[in-house]
């Protein structure tokens, strides 16, 4: 695999851009591999690359139902963020950011990785100093995190309304590391970068069963016929229930609707992403000039990758009680992606009760921000057999030992988180 | 938007209702054991297709409707009030 470079640009464009070859291979299955990872989204395609690079294993497969990243690597708002409050969750999305900075040098890929800030808005005492705890967990564990006055928002986003009636800014918690990313290339970069070190990606290749015999994992049937492996790692996020009902296993997951929006193309407005706190609701600007947008979870359970109408009401609502001129642009596209929630709001990196099955899911709203780290820690749960310290604690027993991650403090129900 | 027939109050938008999960967990002896709470509290069935879950019907009579729905087409087959059972789905029309 050739690096792209200008200099390689140059020597394409001499010869009119003929000699671009595909990014990625696309063999045949085998009939056996080392390690089997079902689903070519974000997750499972990071997974087999840092299995490559980091652990040095190319007997690896990636498989997917469909062609890669068209599940919810590509339906997300984009963003990129590591401000969260607890030491578990904050120490595991700061290092997935730090893979963040470093992801396109690494994959020879342009992610379009934008450091624009996120800036979260609070209007209230109370939720101020909700704020600044969060903040002080963030800096506890040397994250960057600044807590901004209502001053200090105005400068960076002028474009909000300070003086809604009901929900007047009173300041925001800025992560200036934070930002957004392009979610297709990531797909794609690292599709690009895995098969360059020998993964096999098999598109169009569905998995119908999990074979096992004596309680371990022998391998997955396909619509493309059997195939053999020693381990074999579960990353179909939106699916998580059907794919683990395969090996047996019910888990703590339900899959729900989360809807995102684009409006037409405007001149640059907002130059960071920006979080409504008296609701939920986040807003960026895209290199195009469209705004994306998003808001809560439709609420019941469903795989219909469209949402409904009142959830899309609730959302528009919420962006012109923050950016009033919304209510002046019109929505050029909406859709949605099929979460797996868990009841606590926090993902699943880990051993399974079946041997050699492993399973990465329950991304909840996070799966974006999540990928290089989830990839990370998943290729090491995979190659040693045993979690990196990064994701000790995202396991199935959790909820059943009482040491649930609940972040918001909302659990156990799945459509609260 | 989904069409919901409150057995009490007649067909009503979505907006009316707020969603309570799985009607098809029930609580446990109170002697059966952490496994089978944890099952209760945490563990779903999330099936792709047929599902009997709760609304409630916080806009309207504030009764608990059990609904039978489905989670990839969005159709509503059959509502019933909380006591009285939900006629199981026919296979056939179960999508995939």
């Given at each position: 695999?050739?690096?792209?470079?200008?200099?390689?640009?140059?020597?394409?464009?001499?010869?009119?851009?003929?000699?671009?070859?595909?990014?990625?291979?696309?063999?045949?299955?085998?009939?056996?591999?080392?390690?089997?990872?079902?689903?070519?989204?974000?997750?499972?395609?990071?997974?087999?690359?840092?299995?490559?690079?980091?652990?040095?294993?190319?007997?690896?497969?990636?498989?997917?139902?469909?062609?890669?990243?068209?599940?919810?690597?590509?339906?997300?708002?984009?963003?990129?963020?590591?401000?969260?409050?607890?030491?578990?969750?904050?120490?595991?999305?700061?290092?997935?950011?730090?893979?963040?900075?470093?992801?396109?040098?690494?994959?020879?890929?342009?992610?379009?990785?934008?450091?624009?800030?996120?800036l979260?808005?609070?209007?209230?005492?109370?939720?101020?100093?909700?704020?600044?705890?969060?903040?002080?967990?963030?800096?506890?564990?040397?994250?960057?995190?600044e807590l901004l006055d209502r001053?200090g928002v105005?400068?960076m986003?002028?474009?909000?309304?300070?003086?809604?009636?009901?929900?007047?800014?009173?300041g925001g918690l800025l992560?200036?590391?934070?930002?957004?990313?392009?979610?297709?290339?990531?797909?794609?970069?690292?599709?690009?970068?895995?098969?360059?070190?020998?993964?096999?990606?098999?598109?169009?290749?569905?998995?119908?069963?999990?074979?096992?015999?004596?309680?371990?994992?022998?391998?997955?049937?396909?619509?493309?016929?059997?195939?053999?492996?020693?381990?074999?790692?579960?990353?179909?996020?939106?699916?998580?229930?059907?794919?683990?009902?395969?090996?047996?296993?019910?888990?703590?997951?339900?899959?729900?609707?989360?809807?995102?929006?684009?409006?037409?193309?405007?001149?640059?407005?907002?130059?960071?992403?920006?979080?409504?706190?008296?609701?939920?609701?986040?807003?960026?600007?895209?290199?195009?000039?469209?705004?994306?947008?998003?808001?809560?979870?439709?609420?019941?359970?469903?795989?219909?990758?469209?949402?409904?109408?009142?959830?899309?009401?609730?959302?528009?609502?919420?962006?012109?009680?923050?950016?009033?001129?919304?209510?002046?642009?019109?929505?050029?596209?909406?859709?949605?992606?099929?979460?797996?929630?868990?009841?606590?709001?926090?993902?699943?990196?880990?051993?399974?009760?079946?041997?050699?099955?492993?399973?990465?899911?329950?991304?909840?709203?996070?799966?974006?921000?999540?990928?290089?780290?989830?990839?990370?820690?998943?290729?090491?749960?995979?190659?040693?057999?045993?979690?990196?310290?990064?994701?000790?604690?995202?396991?199935?027993?959790?909820?059943?030992?009482?040491?649930?991650?609940?972040?918001?403090?909302?659990?156990?129900?799945?459509?609260?988180? | 938007?989904?069409?919901?027939?409150?057995?009490?109050?007649?067909?009503?938008?979505?907006?009316?209702?707020?969603?309570?999960?799985?009607?098809?967990?029930?609580?446990?002896?109170?002697?059966?054991?952490?496994?089978?709470?944890?099952?209760?509290?945490?563990?779903?069935?999330?099936?792709?297709?047929?599902?009997?879950?709760?609304?409630?019907?916080?806009?309207?009579?504030?009764?608990?409707?059990?609904?039978?729905?489905?989670?990839?087409?969005?159709?509503?087959?059959?509502?019933?009030?909380?006591?009285?059972?939900?006629?199981?789905?026919?296979?056939?029309?179960?999508?995939?």
């Amino acid at each position: 695999m050739k690096d792209y470079s200008v200099w390689r640009l140059l020597e394409e464009g001499m010869r009119g851009h003929q000699g671009w070859p595909r990014a990625w291979r696309e063999p045949a299955p085998r009939p056996a591999y080392d390690i089997v990872i079902i689903g070519g989204g974000g997750h499972g395609l990071a997974s087999a690359y840092y299995l490559a690079r980091v652990h040095g294993l190319t007997d690896v497969a990636v498989i997917e139902k469909g062609p890669i990243g068209l599940g919810n690597v590509g339906r997300n708002t984009t963003i990129v963020r590591s401000n969260y409050l607890y030491p578990e969750n904050n120490r595991f999305y700061e290092k997935s950011l730090q893979l963040w900075e470093g992801l396109e040098q690494d994959l020879n890929f342009n992610v379009m990785m934008s450091q624009r800030g996120v800036l979260n808005l609070f209007h209230s005492d109370s939720q101020r100093d909700a704020f600044a705890r969060r903040g002080n967990s963030m800096r506890l564990n040397g994250i960057d995190a600044e807590l901004l006055d209502r001053e200090g928002v105005r400068a960076m986003a002028p474009v909000l309304d300070f003086d809604n009636a009901r929900f007047p800014i009173h300041g925001g918690l800025l992560q200036r590391r934070g930002g957004t990313a392009r979610h297709d290339a990531v797909a794609w970069g690292f599709a690009r970068a895995a098969s360059g070190r020998g993964v096999d990606i098999i598109q169009h290749c569905e998995v119908t069963g999990i074979r096992r015999e004596g309680g371990r994992v022998t391998g997955v049937e396909t619509t493309r016929g059997f195939i053999g492996a020693r381990k074999v790692g579960i990353a179909v996020a939106g699916h998580t229930s059907q794919v683990a009902a395969m090996a047996g296993l019910s888990l703590p997951v339900e899959s729900h609707l989360l809807q995102a929006f684009v409006s037409e193309a405007v001149k640059p407005l907002l130059d960071c992403v920006v979080t409504f706190g008296a609701g939920h609701f986040y807003i960026s600007q895209s290199d195009k000039g469209g705004l994306v947008f998003g808001g809560n979870l439709d609420g019941y359970n469903s795989y219909a990758q469209r949402g409904t109408l009142p959830v899309a009401e609730e959302v528009m609502a919420e962006g012109i009680a923050v950016v009033p001129a919304l209510s002046r642009l019109r929505v050029l596209r909406q859709w949605a992606g099929i979460m797996d929630m868990t009841p606590d709001g926090s993902p699943l990196i880990c051993k399974t009760p079946v041997e050699g099955l492993f399973l990465n899911g329950g991304w909840c709203y996070g799966g974006f921000k999540a990928i290089p780290g989830s990839g990370w820690c998943f290729a090491h749960t995979l190659a040693t057999g045993e979690p990196h310290e990064l994701n000790a604690a995202f396991t199935l027993d959790r909820f059943r030992n009482g040491r649930a991650l609940d972040e918001k403090g909302a659990g156990p129900a799945w459509w609260a988180q | 938007m989904h069409q919901i027939d409150c057995p009490w109050c007649g067909v009503r938008d979505e907006a009316e209702f707020k969603y309570r999960g799985d009607a098809t967990v029930t609580r446990p002896a109170a002697g059966a054991g952490a496994d089978a709470f944890h099952d209760y509290v945490h563990t779903r069935a999330n099936p792709k297709g047929w599902h009997a879950e709760w609304w409630h019907h916080t806009g309207g009579c504030r009764q608990l409707v059990k609904v039978l729905r489905n989670t990839l087409t969005h159709e509503i087959r059959q509502t019933a009030r909380a006591a009285e059972p939900l006629a199981a789905p026919s296979p056939e029309t179960t999508p995939t």
